[in-house]
Structures are given as structure tokens and as C-alpha cells.
């Protein structure tokens, strides 16, 4: 694995409730970004099923998993924001998955203007068999262009 040091750190942050039959591809499409320089946090909200049994099977320094009562999605969130150390956080759902350039195409936006406070892109919907659906903007307000800080 090469990590560029100049880069900075993003981390990303995986809510997971028995997400087992989802989160082993969510985690190696966050692992497998070409922006490499990640720490990936993994939060067990309270889960009974086999989600961070899953979840181990990757042997990556870059992941710490974070284990609490079940809270809700938000907890889990704030939990994992408790714990990261990146420049920029990233959320993904623990039933996504991401392209791999994902967080290089939002680190771009980030380097061409410093004052931006939030970058986000297209969602695209799928079926439980992987067929693509439609793509969709999931904030549709007239300010979904530029957020400053």
C-alpha cells in the first residue's frame, strides 16, 4: 500500500448495525480509494449480528473499530467523529459502496478551493442484485453548489 504523507489525512467513518451482508464491500471499496492516505473508522452500534466478525477479516492498520450501545445511526456518527484524526471526514452508510477515485475527485475540489467547508457528489441507486437504478442529488436545494465554511 502506498500512503503520499503530502496528502492529508481523510477519515472516513462507517456506522455499522447489522450490516453483515453489506459492509465486507463497503469496506474494501473504502480501502480500495486511490486516495490512500485514510484512517477508516468502524463503529458497532449495538449490533447482533455478524458485522464486525466481517469487518476483521481485514488485517489494515488504517481501520479502528469502535464498539458502543446501540444509538442510532447519529451516535454512531458522532462516536466515530470522536475518534478520527484526519484533516476531513467522510461518511459512508455500512450498506454503500464507493467508485474508487471518490475521495481523490472531493479532495480536488477541497485543493482548488481552500474556503470550501463541504464537497459532495451524485448517489446511484441500485437493486439488492447490484443493477444500477438512477443517479440522484440527495440534497435538491437551490444552494447545493458551494457550501462555505
Known amino acids: 500500500m502506498f500512503v503520499n504523507k503530502d496528502h492529508p489525512l481523510v477519515s472516513i467513518i462507517i456506522p455499522a448495525y447489522n450490516a453483515g451482508r453489506y459492509v465486507y464491500s463497503t469496506l474494501h471499496s473504502v480501502l480500495n480509494q486511490t486516495w490512500q492516505n485514510l484512517g477508516v473508522i468502524v463503529v458497532n452500534d449495538g449490533s447482533t449480528g ?54 481523490a475527485g472531493h479532495m480536488l475540489q477541497f485543493a482548488k478551493d481552500p474556503d470550501l467547508g463541504l464537497v459532495y457528489s451524485f448517489s446511484s441507486l441500485m437493486d439488492d442484485a447490484g ?19
Open 50 to 103: 455478524r458485522s464486525m466478525e466481517i469487518c476483521q477479516q481485514f488485517d489494515d492498520p488504517r481501520i479502528t473499530y469502535v464498539e458502543q450501545e446501540n444509538g442510532g445511526c447519529a451516535t454512531a456518527r458522532n462516536a466515530g467523529i470522536r475518534h478520527a484524526h484526519g484533516k476531513y471526514l467522510g461518511f459512508i452508510d455500512a450498506d454503500d459502496t464507493w467508485m474508487p477515485e471518490k475521495i
Open 131 to 149: 443493477a444500477w437504478k438512477r443517479n440522484t442529488l440527495l440534497s435538491q436545494t437551490p444552494h447545493n453548489k458551494v457550501c462555505r465554511q
